[in-house]
Structure formats: C-alpha cells, structure tokens
C-alpha cells in the first residue's frame, strides 16, 4: 500500500462533534469562522512541539480569534464540549481548564448562597 507523506504526520485533532446552531441566524456558527479559512496546523499542536514554537503558534492562533465574528460562540462551545485539544475561542486547552474551574467554584458559592 501506497503511503502519503502526510499520514506520518501525527496531529491532535478533535474528534468531529455535533455543534449547537446559532440562535440569531439560519446556520451553525462555524460557518462564520475566521479560522476556516486557515490551516488547522496553526490551532492544533503537533506532537512533540517546542514550547517556544507552542507558544508562537498559540500566540498567532489568538490573532486570528481576535478578528472573528463568532469569538464568543467558538469559545462557549469548547468550554461546553469540552474540547481537549486546540485554540478555541482565543483560549488554548489550559486557559480552558483554568475557565471551567472558576465556573465550578462559582456554582459551587452560588448554591452556597442560595442554601444559606
């Protein structure tokens, strides 16, 4: 068997999701994604990236969220998902982490609240 120079390549892909329509238009918010129009490669990491490359390719990732319509809605559904891998929403995995913590312990002090 024939084999393609890029299937040696090993890249961090999300598995393919349902993603929620948006509410204020007819189609999905992904159609409107800046990100579409660039390489994948630039929001997902590939194996045994340099932390200095990592960085920079994060870094040139959030530019490009920084310009999209649909920011908030890419982000939302990363953190809803979650998504494990990847530039979402101008966050990467870790500040996503670091999102869903504080909104975990801001349930929890909400429910606090409310019981008391």
Avoid: N
């Amino acid at each position: 068997m024939l084999q393609l120079p890029y299937q040696s390549l090993q890249v961090a892909a999300p598995v393919p999701q349902q993603i929620p329509a948006r509410e204020d238009q007819d189609g999905p918010w992904h159609a409107e994604a800046v990100c579409r129009r660039d390489e994948a490669g630039l929001f997902f990491a590939p194996s045994k990236e340099p932390t200095a490359a990592r960085l920079s390719r994060e870094e040139a990732a959030k530019r490009v969220c920084a310009r999209c319509p649909v920011m908030v809605e890419c982000r939302e559904h990363a953190l809803l998902q979650p998504e494990p891998y990847g530039v979402w929403g101008g966050l990467t995995a870790a500040e996503r982490r670091v999102v869903l913590a504080r909104r975990r312990r801001r349930d929890v002090e909400v429910k606090k609240q409310s019981a008391a």
